[in-house]
């Protein structure tokens, strides 16, 4: 399936998409997400509703932000496309409301707040343990949306997480079965 609900999240669209990159640029259209779509090769990209009643799909990550701002390029955006069709998406509601720290590939550091997780499944790359990803959808702080892998992130509540990640911690290369 390469479509899947996501909860409802009002959010801001750049024009600049509603007209195919000819005009609109620095121009914003409120919207609501409300589903999550995924094809191989393709950054993760949504289904909206416009406040004029229109509907929209296949909006790229980079075009979404929580209020306007500048820009954030597309490579800034999310670390790697979706890795298939394949997926869920859910809110956990144990990140719900978390502070958070995304390092970009830019290395800057950018602050936000959680919004989903997509879990890929039923995939090559998702299967492999060093390779498996998530997705967490991050609304930033400076209003574009990101979608970030666990080892990119660092989350923040003061009332129990003194952020100190072990920065030689490994990624697990095993797959652990009973049978196998």
Known sequence: MLLRETPYLSCFVRNE???DEQK???EFTPAVVFAFRAE???VPMFQIMLDSGAQW???PIHMICSKP???LPIEQ???WDSYGYEFTVVALPFLKGHAVTALGRDKQIRKGNYL???DWMKTGWSEVPDQHKNHHVIALESGPWIAYPNNRL???DPSWITPAPNREWKTPTRSYSVEG
């Open 57 to 59: 799909a296949r909006v």
């Open 154 to 156: 660092v989350w923040h």
């Open 69 to 71: 701002c500048e820009p």
């Open 77 to 79: 955006s999310c670390w």
């Open 24 to 26: 609109g640029h620095g």
């Open 116 to 118: 989903f997780t997509v």
């Open 40 to 42: 191989p090769a393709r």
């Open 17 to 19: 998409f509603l007209f």
